[in-house]
């Protein structure tokens, strides 16, 4: 899981995935009731290797939110689209339900199963609100690059904005007496401040921040240093706003405080961490609220409270989600969000019996008309395969399968109206879609080509057979991502079994689910094992291990624990009981091999590390690979690829034996992601059937490949990745053979000899066969890798990038040792040994001098690699 600010992971404004815009050329192929549809598809699927275009650049989503950790904001805060209901409110008279749900809003009678369309603009709506006098609602309406507040007159099914600042406006919310409205807003600040506005003919004016811009003196863990507000609802009386308050508080989005409409001081009325998305209702008798607390568990549940405050009661309980609660205006009823079965579903609790109903929608009216389109995926022999899948009509919205699980991209190419969104599907599914032209886009990894189908779905309907071709490529391989989190806070509720689906749509052999802290909960606790997770199937193998999460010295993934995870699982969380660094990185990977662990550090670098001028560098990286404690590297992850290999290289070359491994960090149950699972993967040697512990020692021994892209393999001689080549004193030729295979063009495949570039080769598509001669002198080491100036439609990172491990090469059985490299990194001790001697939070002298120990032995591996240098 990354620890990182957003200046720090994006700040060079790059972002996911651009889709292709929907062509309009004639030499374009629509497949409609009169089409040879199985011909259109396979001319398209050659079209679009030809058609998909890299893309310039890439920002965050809503970048104008100026907060750190914009993937946790987006997910745990801002409205997601979901293909089941996200959002819920009651009519006035207790007769009727409003929910988001697809990207529109929805009225349904309570007890009724026909759900009624109220809205179908090009944007997504989120966040209904029903008016008091039942005559409108106001709701929020994401349009790709703002959201803004929107209102519905039922009579004349009219909407109006109601802002229009291009500012992130969310949760409004109407006053008791509809006089008002109150919502959150980043206008002006890029900070969510609370804001209260009079209605004016159905219009917003008197607009007043209620909490200014300010800044806490407290330091914060993941959030920014500007306060914020968030969840509001109202009092009974309408004199007072209830919300989250984050003044003055060290973690979790901020207690739970009462204030006066008119603005003054906040009034404490529960302090406890919460999650972003408390979401307050005051009961209609005024003395109680809901609100959607995990209280210290592992998922929130509901919860009541008297509005004063008092002592929390619990309403319902379970290892799933509820979320996001509504009073019925009768008191007698609680609607609310669960994701128990996985997706979104909407859900009434009988406030006197307990008792759950779920609301059934068994029929959808639609304001256009609709039509089922019939998909199904195939390989090249007519074998049925799952996939990942786009679908996008004219209008650029998307639509997909009830109860597909809809996950967008974190970020955007600035030509896109909005991000791009996918889902997994089975091999054959059946969407609802509007009588229009449709784009449709499936992927199953880097094993296969990307398909492009243009569809025509204002005719009949005729089934779609899709086919996706398998690239080309040599040898057999397992492919693994070694850094996943089943479930991590977000919309849906994920298990191992769906975890083993999300592989197999994406052509991933092995999965690694890393049990890792959300704050103080363990979301994925209970599905910790040391053996094969149950879920595993002949294809595709699920395990579980663990990312240790301290930032202060880095993340790192523990593989094969054999017994145990190790517990807390974090340190150097200030104002906590973990406020201490220790244990240290060190002893977190000494306890993991104790149990037959294997260590690696994950996401490592968004930029190069400037040991000279960076006064708060304290990454224990160069530590711990001297001293032999770890065993892979994601050299491909959630970080800048570059940069991460750019600090690879100057270990490699202080004579650091160190695999490249690589992880997603993929949150796979958010419904905004960083990801599909196996985004990032390693692709270690295949020797006889997938099976864990030959996976692992291939992996530690380094016959591996990392990519978010491209395919690579790379020989010298007999000699692959992972082996060592002994060479002679002076100057030598090295004849090898590389190999590249990817679904989209790329721009470079270079040689690496010891961190500089001695072969390029520009193959400009995705497939080359090269071989060549790289002189080389001394001892050192040689890998291959290919990268994009810029990213690529296909390929859902900040730029396609991938690399082998390194090949050896020893003169005399000694390594290569590098002044330059070993000079870099004693000054990087240098900083870490003054931050460790002036850290006030070790508990006792014991626990800094462990720490100080180790840095001298690391100290004696560089100076003896700067001492006995071999090369500059």
Request: aromatic share 8%; glycine share 8%.
């Amino acid at each position: 899981m990354p620890m990182k600010s957003m200046t720090q992971r994006r700040g060079d404004a790059e972002a996911q995935r651009g889709d292709a815009k929907m062509a309009t050329s004639p030499s374009r192929a629509f497949l409609c009731a009169s089409a040879p549809l199985r011909l259109c598809v396979m001319w398209l699927l050659f079209l679009s290797a030809q058609t998909l275009s890299s893309q310039t650049s890439r920002e965050p989503v809503l970048k104008q939110i100026a907060l750190p950790h914009s993937y946790y904001t987006r997910e745990l805060y801002l409205p997601q689209l979901t293909s089941g209901p996200a959002s819920v409110a009651w009519s006035p008279d207790g007769r009727w339900l409003v929910y988001s749900m697809g990207g529109f809003l929805w009225k349904q009678r309570v007890g009724a199963t026909l759900a009624e369309q109220l809205t179908d603009s090009d944007g997504t709506d989120h966040q209904p609100d029903w008016s008091p006098d039942g005559a409108s609602i106001a709701f929020v309406r994401y349009t790709g690059r703002a959201m803004e507040l929107m209102r519905l007159d039922l009579a004349k099914g009219k909407e109006t904005a109601l802002t229009a600042n291009g500012a992130v406006n969310v949760e409004p919310r109407w006053s008791p007496d509809g006089s008002k409205l109150a919502f959150v807003s980043t206008e002006g600040t890029g900070h969510f401040l609370l804001k209260v506005a009079a209605i004016n003919a159905g219009k917003l004016a008197e607009v007043r921040t209620l909490t200014p811009d300010r800044r806490s003196a407290i330091p914060r863990y993941y959030y920014s240093p500007f306060d914020h507000a968030l969840n509001p609802t109202w009092t009974r009386d309408g004199r007072e706003l209830l919300f989250l308050s984050n003044r003055e508080v060290g973690h979790g989005s901020g207690d739970l405080v009462r204030m006066s409409v008119e603005g003054g001081p906040q009034t404490l009325v529960q302090r406890e961490e919460t999650s972003w998305h408390a979401r307050p209702d005051v009961a209609p008798d005024g003395k109680r609220l809901v609100y959607s607390s995990y209280q210290g568990a592992q998922w929130h549940q509901l919860w009541l409270l008297p509005t004063q405050g008092g002592h929390p009661f619990q309403l319902t309980f379970g290892d799933w989600d509820a979320t996001n609660p509504r009073w019925s205006p009768d008191g007698k009823q609680i609607a609310f969000i669960s994701n128990r079965e996985g997706n979104t579903a909407l859900k009434l609790l009988d406030t006197t019996s307990g008792q759950e109903t779920a609301v059934e929608i068994r029929e959808r009216r639609t304001l256009a008309p609709r039509v089922n389109l019939e998909i199904r995926i195939q390989d090249e022999a007519g074998h049925p395969m799952p996939a990942r899948v786009s679908l996008r009509d004219g209008r650029g919205r998307t639509f997909a399968p009830e109860g597909a699980w809809i996950q967008a991209d974190d970020l955007l190419v600035p030509t896109q109206r909005a991000e791009g969104r996918t889902f997994h599907v089975a091999p054959a599914f059946t969407v609802s879609v509007p009588k229009d032209r449709l784009r449709l886009t499936l992927a199953r990894g880097p094993e296969f080509a990307v398909a492009q189908v243009d569809v025509d779905a204002r005719g009949s309907a005729v089934p779609i057979i899709v086919p996706l071709k398998r690239l080309p490529f040599p040898g057999a391989w397992w492919s693994g991502d070694l850094h996943v989190h089943l479930n991590y806070g977000g919309t849906y509720r994920n298990s191992p079994a769906r975890m083993v689906q999300q592989a197999r749509a994406e052509g991933l052999g092995l999965v690694y689910n890393l049990i890792v802290n959300k704050e103080q909960r363990y979301p994925d606790l209970a599905s910790f094992r040391t053996d094969l997770d149950p879920a595993s199937t002949g294809d595709v193998l699920l395990l579980h291990g663990q990312e240790f999460h301290s930032s202060y010295w880095g993340h790192l993934g523990l593989l094969n624990l054999r017994e145990h995870l190790i517990m807390p699982g974090y340190t150097a969380y200030p104002f906590t009981g973990a406020a201490s660094p220790y244990p240290h990185n060190g002893a977190v990977a000494d306890r993991a091999h104790a149990q037959g662990g294997l260590v690696g550090y994950v996401h490592p670098f968004d930029e190069d590390v400037k040991p000279a001028t960076d006064a708060k560098l304290t990454n224990a990286l160069p530590i711990d690979a001297a001293l032999g404690k770890v065993d892979y590297y994601e050299a491909v992850g959630f970080s800048d690829h570059m940069a991460t290999n750019a600090i690879w290289y100057r270990l490699l070359n202080c004579g650091l034996r160190l695999p490249a491994g690589a992880g997603t960090d993929v949150m796979a149950n958010y419904a905004s992601l960083r990801g599909p699972v196996g985004l990032n993967r390693v692709y270690v040697k295949a020797e006889g059937p997938l099976q864990r512990e030959p996976f692992l020692a291939g992996l530690k021994a380094g016959r591996t490949f990392a990519t978010n892209g491209a395919l690579l393999d790379l020989r010298v001689g007999k000699a692959a990745p992972g082996d060592t080549l002994e060479l002679g004193a002076g100057a030598q030729e090295l004849e090898y053979a590389a190999t590249l295979r990817s679904n989209h063009p790329v721009d470079h495949l270079e040689l690496i000899w010891n961190g500089e570039v001695v072969g390029h080769h520009a193959p400009k598509s995705g497939t080359a066969d090269v071989t060549g001669r790289v002189k080389v002198k001394g001892p050192g080491w040689l890998l291959l890798r290919a990268w994009n100036d810029a990213p690529h439609a296909n390929v859902l990172d900040i730029y396609p990038f991938a690399t082998t491990s390194p090949i050896y090469a020893v003169v005399a059985g000694k390594p290569v040792r590098s002044k330059a490299a070993a000079t870099y990194f004693l000054a990087w001790l240098d900083r870490i040994q003054k931050a460790t001697e002036a850290h006030p939070d070790y508990r006792t002298a014991g626990e800094r001098e462990a720490v100080l120990a180790d840095i001298r032995k690391a100290r004696a591996v560089y100076e003896a690699c700067r001492d006995g240098a071999n090369a500059p």
